[in-house]
């Protein structure tokens, strides 16, 4: 047990679904893991009535059904004797003054030294009353204790907003206690990027405009908005997916090396390249960027978007998007960077194929005409992997040439359990690590390129819907790649 780590992790938005599908199942897994300190305890605050035993009960429900590690009573027990449920309205005032009472009796009980990490699981409006409340009623204050507040994604809604809530903010925290989070820097895949990039000496010399033709980041859901229409028809894909999750895996599949591999290093490489992503202008954004929302497949007995519950019947948000991408660099000049995302497709993936130039039209190329490009492809899910595609020669008495794949697939051994990402980041945010979470110049720099293109979009209608649930999205999206004479990656 890391015993250092004691703190108080007060999550607001207790009764919430992220609570119960990630928030919990990633403590009892780190739990399992021996990975939380002794003194360590949980305050879950909601707006509902009820009991801490009631809380716990419907915590083990959830558990049973969402951790990736089978229940064991014994683990649970523990757990849930650290667990508190309080009631609280966000927008209350000296009901916060009770709170802190109630948390410092809990401090003392524990022995957490004051240490706090506040979890913002709600609705991102209340973000700024939150922590506006923590800082006047005194909860925020780090008397010789850390005091830090993790953050859910959207932040903002445009980049004048993410900017009013980020002053909101640091007035009560200062930007290093400060963790925004996103949960795609938790996967383990994500993490190997920089690994497979950096630490191998075949990668990393070819990582540039010399010798690869273009980069595909895809990111598809075979789910549909489900529950979470009210919450998807203020964000969309746009800033459901590219704005956070997308950008950060185009930064890190981008980035430079970085001098040294802490914190700070790190997210200066990443900015870099948000910093260098070719704004659009707004009579270009049609060419670069496409959208679509799902419609019904009555076959498949799928309701399009505009059917599921809390969506509006009229509703223009897209729950597709694709776009060409470029990065006003040296290393990349010249190298598109294809990104799509969307709901209710086909299949659910996300990787980053790199797909490699063509040799030159001689020798074989000259006698083929036309062989498969090398890729290299990084799965992060389903399954995580790192899959290379070359050309050799089919065993038999002729020459021709067919495509191979090597395979390294991490995930597929039988007994390994890959960490969920809340699990990773829930434990650094405990430890102070901050590498995993997004400072504010990326988040910044994210906006201006989304701006201008939510931007543009304000201006025109789009004709929804304009692909089928199910299906591999609309057909928009495969013209504004096959215009360029290359596809997506389907397998
Ligand atoms: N759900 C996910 O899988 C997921 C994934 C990634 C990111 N996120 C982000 O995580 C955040 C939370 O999402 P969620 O899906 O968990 O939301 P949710 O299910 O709607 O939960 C919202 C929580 O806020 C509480 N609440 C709302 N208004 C309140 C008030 N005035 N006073 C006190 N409590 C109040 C609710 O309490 P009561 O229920 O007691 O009313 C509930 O606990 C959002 O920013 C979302 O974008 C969620």
Redesign the pocket.
Known sequence: MISELGNAMVI????????K??LVPALYNLLIEKQLPDNFFVVA????DKTTEEFVEEMEIALKEFSRNSYDENIWKNLKSRIFYYR?????TEEYLEFDTALCKLEHKYETRGNRMFY?????E??GVIVEKLHEYGLASDNGSFKRVVI???FGKDLESAKALSKHITHAFGEENIYR?D?YLGKEMLQNIMVIRFANAFFEPIWNNKYIDHVQITSTETLPVE??G??YEK?GAMKDMLQNHLLQLLALTAMEPPVRLDTESIRDEKVKVLKGLKIYEEDEVNDYVVRGQYGPNEEMGFNGYRQERRTDPDSDIETYIALKMEIENFRWSGVPFYIRTGKRLKEKTVEVVIQFKSLAKILYLKELDEMMPNQLIIRIQPTEGVFLRFNAKKPGQTNDIVPVKMDFCQNCEIGYNSPEAYERLLLDAMKGEKTLFTRWDEVEYSWRFVDAIQNAWKKERPDFPNYEAGSHGPKVADDLIERDGRRWVNE
């Open positions: 607001f938005g207790g009764t919430g679904d992220l609570t599908r990630k605050v909601g707006r509902r609280l309205n966000f927008d209350g913002l699981a709600v609705s991102p209340y973000f859910e994604k959207p989070i949960h529950e979470r009210g919450y964000a």
